[in-house]
Nanobody
Framework: VQLQASGGGLVTAGGSLRLSCAAP????????MGWYRQVPGKQRELVAS???????NYGDSVKGRFTISRDSAKNTVSLQMTNVRPEDTAVYYC??????????WGKGTQVTVSS
């Protein structure tokens, strides 16, 4: 099972970008969906997550700039990125964590923010 992420690319600092992710092959209930990011040499870090109840959690560096949303009926999650900064440059991965305990990842989408 692999999640399908899209929307990455090159954006100028201060601009906006929207990432989307779908989990069409998951038939069990998804508890939490989220976005993580990773740069070379560093650990993967949480960007934002959203529970099935709609509770959200954001990494400190993106609070007030990024917004996560979810369509549980369609098993999709999106990340609206605004006022992006060069330090937001990373590979972004979407994640789906099931109530059963399994966790699935997308292949990653590159986001590059130019100054």
């Amino acid at each position: 099972v692999q999640l399908q992420a899209s929307g990455g690319g090159l954006v100028t600092a201060g601009g906006s970008l929207r990432l989307s992710c779908a989990a069409p092959d998951i038939s069990f209930e998804i508890n939490v969906m989220g976005w993580y990011r990773q740069v070379p040499g560093k650990q993967r870090e949480l960007v934002a997550s959203i529970s099935s109840a709609g509770n959200t959690n954001y990494g400190d560096s993106v609070k007030g700039r990024f917004t996560i949303s979810r369509d549980s009926a369609k098993n999709t999650v999106s990340l609206q990125m605004t006022n992006v900064r060069p330090e937001d440059t990373a590979v972004y991965y979407c994640n789906a964590h099931l109530l059963l305990g399994m966790s699935y990842w997308g292949k990653g989408t590159q986001v590059t923010v130019s100054s």
